[in-house]
């Protein structure tokens, strides 16, 4: 006698997840609904804020649709308690994983593989690991070099010992083949040089507006 495969030879804990996933996956709907999903993870992923626990929340919406909707077609009671929420949570915990797979592998022609919140994170920690100034340190570095400009220092000096009070180590700039400093590199030296180049710009500013207001009360 052929028996019939449930939920939980397939590895699911409840066979109520199983079938509103096959539901879901079957519907055309449904399956519609389900891109403009994809396409909040895939964003989110791309600027590195992706967590996978605020994901599971977001499929978790996705799976009560399909919940109501496969009520509203064969019916049986409420939505709720056809599907409880210990099932509607692992379905989403499936699509949760199932999907974010999915797009890392690059199985979507209209979503391209990109990197996980994970490696993102692994990135900036071996970012910071070489001695590279986090945002945090970098608006302390352009306070510090404010400050000391109004006291009269020269901007190159003034970022030097900025970047010294910061605890930051300043690296020599890279260069190309021919031996000209990379322009659009972010490197240590080529924004101390843009920091200097942006106070120095301010300054004369500052000196050219003061100008202009003592001839005006001149005249």
Known sequence: MRTRRTGRDNGWRSDEAHELVLFADNDANLYRQKDAFLANMHRKMKRGTYDPAQGKKLW??????????????????????????????EAAEHYEKEERGMIERGEYSKYPPVRTIHDARDKARRHRAKGAPTFAK??????????????GYPPKQAVAIAYRMAGVARKPAQRDPAGHDCVGVHTHENLGARMAEHVKRS??????????SKSSRRR
């Open 203 to 212: 300054s004369s500013r500052d000196r050219s507006r003061k100008a202009r």
């Open 138 to 151: 970098q608006e302390q570095i352009a306070k510090k070099v404010r400050l000391l400009r109004k006291e």
């Open 60 to 89: 978790m919406y996705f799976v009560d649709r399909a919940a109501k909707a496969y009520v509203k077609e064969f019916g049986g009671g409420a939505w709720n308690v056809i599907f409880p929420r210990s099932a509607r949570l």
